[in-house]
């Protein structure tokens, strides 16, 4: 497994995780993921997903994490400060709108840019779509919402999981540029879990998950 070669923002050592009765998906695992975009790629069920919800602190194993300088064992509120992580299938902003969801996921990010979430609301095309409940969204719009505050966002580490999916040829293509761009940011690390080989966005580090029957 090969991870960024810059500047660490995310420190994992001996990392480890299993679920209940089942073989660990983790033993021992370490992982250094720097400055720029990281893709993290493996098949279907190679745990691409669980690993985004450990890098989160939304699932806890067995070893060390520390994003910024803040561990997630010794100070978990200082950690997560530092984490920007939707997951795609989630039903908790169904009630409210776009955009109390969006401050709801910017709330103590003091580096959100609310000027470029202007434009990535206008890039996304979600301007009609703001003021509506979240339930009423599709889920390619719901995705748009979430994309739109994650890369406004200010956080040291960003975690995207399969971003393309359920997004149209127009909204893929702006995301890409999008990434691009931020890419370069100082002091900010862009974890991507996906399927399929990223080429169109230059990416600084690589984790490549063996396949379940590996």
């Not at 960024?4 to 992982?31: D, E, G, M, Q």
């Not at 969006?102 to 095309?125: H, I, P, Y």
């Amino acid at each position: 497994m090969n991870s960024a070669s810059t500047a660490s923002i995310l420190v994992v050592k001996n990392l480890s995780f299993a679920y209940a009765h089942r073989p660990a998906l983790l033993s021992a695992w370490s992982v250094h993921v720097g400055t720029g975009l990281t893709q993290l790629y493996g098949g279907d069920g190679s745990g691409k997903s669980t690993i985004l919800r450990l890098f989160a602190g939304n699932l806890r194993g067995e070893g060390q994490l520390n994003v910024a300088g803040a561990g997630l064992h010794e100070d978990p509120e200082a950690y997560r400060q530092n984490v920007f992580f939707v997951e795609p299938a989630t039903d908790a902003f169904d009630q409210i709108s776009a955009t109390e969801c969006t401050l709801s996921l910017s709330a103590g990010d003091s580096r959100f840019d609310a000027q470029m979430w202007q434009s990535l609301v206008e890039g996304f095309s979600l301007t009609p779509h703001l003021d509506k409940p979240m339930y009423m969204l599709s889920t390619g719009s719901k995705r748009k919402v979430w994309l739109a505050a994650a890369l406004a966002s200010g956080r040291a580490l960003t975690l995207l999981d399969e971003p393309t999916s359920a997004l149209d040829a127009n909204s893929i293509r702006f995301l890409w540029r999008v990434l691009s761009d931020v890419a370069g940011q100082p002091g900010r690390a862009i974890v991507i879990a996906s399927a399929e080989r990223i080429d169109s966005v230059p990416l600084s580090g690589l984790i490549e998950l063996p396949s379940p029957s590996e």
